[in-house]
């Protein structure tokens, strides 16, 4: 059953963020509101404690900063790809989140914040996720050493990343996580319309002001395994570790995965969670989102340079930073 503390936020959600993105349409006016509660909201959700650098790569046309949060191991890193649907971004928002997922984890991540559309249309997104997985492998970083992770649109780049990476002859990172990811762009998957009520914070796609759908994907097939990675050959990857709630549209892009990676002999674990909204993980004041950290903490300390049994710091109040 889930807490009061999430009754309250689905019924918030669904007041505020659902309808704004029902009638707002206009890219530049959603990235302002949404710029807005990420510099008033997401700020004062950062742990204290958590520190941020920029980091420059050598050819790439998109900002990347280190997070890190105590005393983590260096030798253990998250390549983290924030969602937005690929056409925003709250870097603040989903610092807080990365910060208490790297305690848990004993690691360190590096946020890439890809190029968006429809300024830069696939596969700009594409493109500088790989490169920032390049980079980290240029620094030394043996890559069973590295997790790339993502939550909804960047959950989807994070399953094409790995096939990229494969096509691109790369050595595999040693897992990958995602958070209620959009593995379909063709929104085909009956869960779209199954769960278009109970789905707190996204909208239909039909009753949507604006669809991302077509900013994205410029003139590419919205089958193209590399846009709906849902569609790829998932020979040889990682094992992949999914969290999805089972009141969200995007349910059945998480169970369809499932399926499909057995059958390609890949470990697939999806935990489904009930009636949580979409990323639930990013409100730090719901019990499910830290319970929910902790798992994927667990899991990817088993998986990438795993050893003894470590300490996780324990998570400190959160404040502005």
């Not at 280190?66 to 998250?78: E, H, M, Q, S, T």
């Not at 030394?140 to 997790?147: A, E, F, L, R, S």
Request: with cysteine; hydrophobic share 40%.
């Amino acid at each position: 059953m889930q807490s009061w503390q999430t009754d309250f936020l689905n019924l918030q959600l669904s007041l505020s963020v659902k309808p704004l993105l029902r009638h707002v349409g206009s890219i530049d006016r959603i990235r302002k509101w949404v710029r807005v509660s990420d510099n008033l909201l997401g700020r004062v959700a950062i742990p204290r404690g958590t520190e941020r650098e920029p980091v420059t790569i050598p050819g790439a046309d998109f900002d990347a900063e280190w997070i890190c949060a105590g005393d983590a191991r260096p030798d253990r890193v998250l390549l983290y790809l924030p969602g937005g649907a690929y056409v925003m971004r709250t870097p603040n928002m989903h610092t807080a989140m990365v910060s208490r997922l790297c305690r848990h984890a004993n690691a360190r991540a590096l946020m890439t914040y890809y190029r968006l559309a429809p300024e830069y249309p696939f596969p700009a997104c594409l493109e500088d996720s790989v490169l920032a997985y390049r980079w980290l492998l240029d620094q030394g970083i043996p890559p069973g050493n590295i997790v790339i992770a993502g939550d909804s649109a960047g959950g989807g780049l994070t399953l094409s990343t790995l096939l990229a990476i494969k096509d691109k002859k790369l050595p595999m990172p040693a897992c990958a996580y995602m958070l209620s990811p959009l593995l379909d762009v063709s929104d085909q998957a009956p869960s779209r319309w199954k769960n278009a009520l109970s789905d707190t914070a996204l909208p239909a796609p039909a009753k949507r002001a604006i669809n991302p759908r077509p900013l994205y994907l410029g003139e590419h097939d919205p089958k193209d395994p590399m846009v709906s990675p849902i569609n790829g050959n998932f020979s040889g990857l990682p094992p992949l570790y999914i969290q999805v709630s089972d009141s969200e549209m995007l349910l059945d892009d998480s169970l369809r995965l499932a399926r499909r990676g057995h059958t390609y002999d890949v470990e697939v674990k999806v935990d489904i969670w009930r009636k949580v909204p979409h990323v639930w993980q990013a409100f730090p004041f719901l019990p499910e989102s830290d319970d929910a950290l902790e798992k994927a903490g667990r899991f990817l300390r088993e998986k990438a340079a795993p050893g003894e049994p470590e300490p996780v710091a324990t998570q400190p109040a959160s404040g502005m930073h």
